[in-house]
């Protein structure tokens, strides 16, 4: 009578990849709160309900998959706010020294003299 608890106990279906796995990350842990996961999930165009019905493990391999996909988001959304501060703190054709783009040349900036870089 044993076997049949092992056998569902060999692992667990991940919910990103539908996989079978052994290691696993529930999203409602502990551990996965640590690791934001549920933050990193949000980025997904999945939504996860605590009372779906649907696995709510997520497998390691998915997890750090999520991490590289988060930071380049992170990445992105920095990238895109410096960007537009740049366009924003100045409209005199000048970077100035406060600005975070300040001493990149920006092709697409008319007005600006290319020996002043
Ligand atoms: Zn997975
Ligand atoms: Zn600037």
Not at 11 to 19: A, D, K, P, T, V
Not at 95 to 104: A, F, K, M, N
Request: aromatic letters at 6%; a positive charge.
């Amino acid at each position: 009578m044993g076997s049949y608890a092992k056998a569902i106990m060999t692992g667990f279906i991940c919910r990103l990849c539908s996989e079978q796995k052994k290691k696993v990350i529930h999203l409602y842990s502990g551990k996965a709160r640590k690791l934001a996961l549920m933050e990193k999930i949000k980025l997904l165009p999945i939504t996860i309900d605590k009372y779906d019905n649907l696995p709510k493990t997520v497998c390691e391999q998915c997890i750090e998959r999520l991490e590289i996909q988060y930071n380049l988001v992170l990445k992105i959304k920095k990238s895109n706010a410096i960007q537009r501060s740049h366009r924003l703190f100045h409209s005199n054709g000048r970077c100035p020294v406060e600005c975070p783009l300040h001493g990149i040349h920006d092709p697409n900036w008319a007005g600006l003299d290319s020996d002043e870089l």
